[in-house]
């Protein structure tokens, strides 16, 4: 089969395909969606497909979807960037950042805004996004676990972010998260050395909202998962926009903002 079919299980209208190549599998029942990246053998090494079926994803995830889980099959959430995108020879049907490189400006920026997509919309007021992290997550693979609202880790996580290393910078929406999550001075310190977070530093620093053993990886996000639905819809969604929106406004901006919800808040109850 050239694609594989998105399952549903919770019938929403508007289907939609994941193309084979992305090597991403996507699942919705009812106010739940399941994004898994699904190359455990190469580590869930990420190439422009994956991030067109990221994007394409969160262009038609149903509105009933309340919660996405973000995680990675086999041993490791995501190896980074599939690494012979910085070959000649790129990814076959690919292309390459080689050849990325001869491209005009406009052309080259547009690329990294269609890669950036599959990213940015994890952050919605409309849904809580949570990423399962095992293992590693290097790179594009960490920046894929910044770009959700919340972070489940297991025991045997190691974060890295690479890029710098390999004489790049961290591209795919994950400088902001990060400073935002660590501060700035952990930031340089994790960005510019390119070293290891295990799961008791990045507990401690804030990466992490919760550490479980391997084993219950599953369990502790489906436990997660069942306390955020528990919640009435529409105070959360409006809740996640105040919290979201309260780093940029003043104290007394954001007193304003929160009586203005409230006000909708109880009209929606009570009116
Ligand atoms: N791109 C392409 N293939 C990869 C990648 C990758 N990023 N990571 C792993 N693989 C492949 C390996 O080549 C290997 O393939 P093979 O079986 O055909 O030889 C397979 O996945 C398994 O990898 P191993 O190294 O054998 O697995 P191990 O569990 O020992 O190590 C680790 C995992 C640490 C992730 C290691 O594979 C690694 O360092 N990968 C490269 C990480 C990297 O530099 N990513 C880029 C970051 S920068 C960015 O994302 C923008």
Partial sequence: MAEAQARQ????????SVPAESAVRYEVDGEIATITLDRPEKRNAQTFATWSALARIGESLPGQVRVVVVKGEGPSFSAGIDLRMFTPEGVPGQGSFSSAATSDGTAFEQRIRQAQAGFLWLRRPEIVSIAAVRGHA??????????????IV???????????????????????????????AKAIDICLTARTVRADEAMRIGLAEQVVAGDDLDRAVRDKVAQLLSVNRDAAVATKRLLQGARGRSLEEQSVAEGQEQEARIRALFG
């Fill in 9 to 16: 299980r919770g019938g929403y209208a508007g289907e939609i």
């Fill in 138 to 151: 290097i790179g594009a693979g960490f920046q894929l676990a910044l770009s959700c609202d919340l972070r």
């Fill in 154 to 184: 297991a025991d045997d996580v190691s974060f890295c972010m690479k890029e710098p290393a390999l004489g790049l910078v961290p591209d795919l929406t994950g400088t902001k998260p990060l400073v935002e999550l660590v501060g700035l």
